[in-house]
């Protein structure tokens, strides 16, 4: 396999946040195994939510695609791997990744996005802000299912409990699970 590719989408508002800080980390263990990574960082973009699609898969038209979200998409399908880094908001991931991940519905049976998804690598990174519980499997669940939808491969995941802003940085170890997970995330793919 050629140089290992790596994009990076980014459903949190906040840099410098802790999933944005996770997600760093992540590209650079990745980046030192020599992928080519790319960090999209979905709060800067013109996104809107789904529009009304039709009923028959095959002949859905994305209406809304005067917007940033077929770039993404066509980032995502042209990756070996694709990292989806979302905090738990409200018992799911961030409404920006959410439209993004809506918005693949308008495209599903193009050939460009099945194919390029399928056999891809999927990673998810999360922070949840509940003291008691575990929340991550509100992020990590959907994210698995997406990866079994385009017939693509679970790599696995970061997930801390942090909610305060830049929290990760000062717990041990996070980052640098975060670096490990990265670099062999690039080597699965590659097959060694």
């Known amino acids: 396999m050629s140089q290992i590719s790596v994009v ?3 459903g949190s508002p906040r840099k410098g946040g802790n999933t944005d800080l996770m997600t760093d980390a992540f590209l650079e263990g990745a980046r030192s195994e020599g ?15 789904i529009g009304p699609v039709g ?5 859905r038209e994305d ?3 005067d917007d940033d979200c077929r770039s993404v998409l066509e980032r995502m399908a042209a990756a070996d791997i694709v ?5 738990v908001y409200w018992q799911g991931v961030s409404a920006q990744m959410k439209m993004v991940i809506d918005r693949q519905s ?13 056999g891809s690598g999927f990673f998810a990174i999360t922070a949840y802000g509940d003291p008691e519980n575990d929340q991550s499997h509100w992020v990590l669940e959907p994210i698995k299912h997406w990866a079994r939808s385009f017939s693509a491969r679970y790599l696995g995941e970061v997930a801390v409990r942090a909610a305060k802003w830049g929290e990760v940085a000062k717990q041990p170890g996070v980052l640098d699970e975060a670096r490990e997970k990265g ?3 690039v080597r699965e793919m590659r097959g060694d």
């Not at 790319?38 to 709060?43: H, P, S, T």
């Not at 495209?107 to 998804?117: H, I, K, Q, T, V």
């Open 106 to 118: 308008a495209y599903y049976m193009a050939d460009w996005l099945r194919e390029g998804m399928r």
């Open 83 to 87: 990292v989806f880094a979302s905090p």
């Open 55 to 59: 009923d028959v898969w095959e002949e």
């Open 63 to 65: 209406v809304r695609a």
């Open 183 to 185: 670099a062999a995330a």
């Open 8 to 10: 990076a989408i980014v």
């Open 35 to 49: 992928a080519e990574v790319e960090k999209i960082f979905l709060d800067d973009l013109h996104l809107r939510p």
